[in-house]
């Protein structure tokens, strides 16, 4: 009797002959499922290592970049410390009231408030009338615009009509005034009415008036790197 050949593969060699029992297809079956299995496995774990070290790396970033913030932040603070403690004899000498009861900061605010001071300016406007013996009409404020100064113009400002009644001396002596005043004003320009060397005169005086704005304690931003 014959021999049953092997079967052979592509390559001419033999192969070994597949199981034909019930108990070798269900091992054969067993391991390609544990097999499956294990390559899934092996995909979950890395994806979930991957999604876990991606976790760790932009919190290791975040915490990296909260440190060199408050590093950044004691450093500006110890900074300010010393520009502090190095202003502070020339902010006592600054706040130290003169024999006339004023300091060197009131006078520095009444010449540039740090807002407009509109109302704080008409009755000092009011008390050079009366110190020059004219009569001041009624005052008005407007925007300035256009006009000339030797003020910086990082100043804002404000213009204002002042109408007067007097002798022509007075208007002069009134003017004189108003540049010898602590509260900064520019002379702008003076419209005139009636004779200059005898009688009463009507004149509208115009001013700018300056102040300066508040200082900006706004947070800023800086990228870190």
Sequence with gaps: MEAKNSPTNKTGKKSAPKPSTDISQKDEA??????????????????????????????????????????????????????LAALQPNYEKITAPGVDGKSDADRILAAMPADEGYKQLLPAIEKMGQESGVAVDSVSKSTAAGSTTAVPSVFPSYNVAVPLQGNFSNVLDFLRKTEQSSRVMNFVSMSIEGSTRSGPVSASLIFSVYYKLPASIAPTTKELK
Excluded: C, H, P
Excluded at 56 to 81: C, F, H, P, W
């Design 30 to 83: 067993y391991t390609k499922r544990f097999v499956l299995i294990m390559i899934g496995a092996s995909a979950l774990i890395v994806i979930v290592g991957g999604i876990l070290l991606y976790w760790l790396v932009g919190r290791y970033i975040e915490q990296s970049n909260k440190n060199k913030a408050q590093d950044m932040t004691i450093k500006l603070l110890e900074q300010k410390k010393s520009d």
